[in-house]
Structures are given as structure tokens and as C-alpha cells.
């Protein structure tokens, strides 16, 4: 079984590497510099003719989302709902004025009553 295995090894032939030799000929060299340009030109065109209209598209759908969102909110206000474990403060927040963190947003967070 082991003399199978070292014929099998032998029988497949054994060739140089290939793309390490050619680099270093001139011909070798100039495909690979025009590959390269090639290459480049290629993302180039990708960039700037899918990557920045898909960006914008998206910065504006997004945009839109948000800006529907605030009006919606402004024009219904979220109700505070009196949870035991919320609004608990111990002591005073030591910025601002002591009640709110600073994530805190007027807008979406809606006041206790008293």
C-alpha cells in the first residue's frame, strides 16, 4: 500500500510555478501593469456609476423615513406609562438639570406626571 502511494506521488508531474517566474520578465510585467490599470478602470466605473447613485438613493430614502417619523410623532405624542422600575432617581443626574440623562430626547421621551 505504501509503494502505491509513492508511485502515485511520482506519477503526477511536477511544473514550476508559473506566475512567479513571469512577473519578472518584461512581458510578464507589462500584462500585469495593464491588469492593473485594467482592474482599476473597472472599480473605478463601479464607484461612480453604482456605488454613489446607491448611496444617495438610500441617504434619501432614509431621510424621508425620518423626517415622516418626527412629523408623526409630533403630531401624536408618545403617553407616559407609569412602570414601577422607570423614572426611579435616587439622586440627582450631576449634568444638566439633574432629571433627565443624556440621552433624553424631548421629543420622543415623554414627561411623568405628577
Not at 482592474?39 to 438610500?58: D, H, N
Not at 422607570?86 to 421629543?107: A, I, M, S
Amino acid at each position: 500500500m505504501l509503494r502505491i502511494a509513492q508511485l502515485a506521488r511520482t506519477a503526477v508531474p511536477r511544473g514550476a510555478r508559473a506566475y512567479s517566474s513571469e512577473l519578472y520578465t518584461k512581458e510578464g510585467y507589462g500584462a500585469a501593469k495593464e491588469h492593473a490599470k485594467n482592474a482599476v478602470e473597472t472599480w473605478r466605473k463601479i464607484s461612480l456609476y453604482v456605488a454613489l447613485p446607491a448611496c444617495a438613493i438610500m441617504g434619501f430614502v432614509a431621510t424621508k423615513q425620518e423626517l415622516d417619523h418626527i412629523h408623526h410623532i409630533e403630531h401624536d405624542p408618545p403617553t407616559f406609562t407609569a412602570y414601577p422600575y422607570l423614572h426611579v432617581r435616587k439622586r440627582k443626574f450631576p449634568y444638566g438639570d439633574g432629571e433627565h440623562t443624556p440621552f433624553w430626547n424631548p421629543l420622543t421621551n415623554p414627561e411623568p406626571e405628577e
